[in-house]
């Protein structure tokens, strides 16, 4: 059974995440270092999620349809999204298994996996602020 039941859920949960990361001055400061917009492209359910990390623009998050044009592309099952912000999910595993694909620049993508990491007990944290307490396990 799929953690999320639509995209809705998927953006309350993952895109709740990437909007606060954005609304927190100093976690988007490391952020914005890897200079780059992500589109995360989620399966199971369907689910969009595009991310600026430019220090000089700011952050901007959209779900579904974006004007921003990514430069690097995730795709993965919403499911590997959600135990990879728990830190259940290895990246260079995941990839060589084909759980994640990547495209874009090597060196954005090798950047962005070391900052997320600081983010995975907020990912926790948020569920269980949610009443997901279920959710919270990787």
């Known amino acids: 059974m799929a953690v999320f039941e639509d995209a809705a859920a998927v953006y309350d949960t993952l895109g709740r995440l990437f909007a606060e990361i954005g609304e927190d001055d100093e976690l988007y400061a490391r952020f914005c270092t890897a200079d780059t917009i992500v589109r995360y492209e989620y399966t199971d359910p369907d689910a969009t999620i595009t991310v600026r990390l430019r220090c000089e623009e700011g952050p901007q998050v959209d779900f579904g349809e ?4 990514p430069e690097v592309t995730m795709r993965m099952s919403a499911d590997t999204g959600h135990r990879y912000w728990l830190g259940g999910v290895n990246v260079t595993v995941a990839l060589a298994r084909g759980e994640i694909t990547a495209s874009g ?3 954005k993508i090798l950047k962005l996996v070391p900052l997320t990491k600081p983010v995975f007990p907020r990912y926790k944290q948020q569920l269980l602020d949610q009443g997901r307490a279920d959710l ?3």
């Open 66 to 69: 974006s004007d921003l044009e």
């Open 136 to 138: 919270a396990q990787a």
């Open 105 to 107: 620049p090597v060196a």
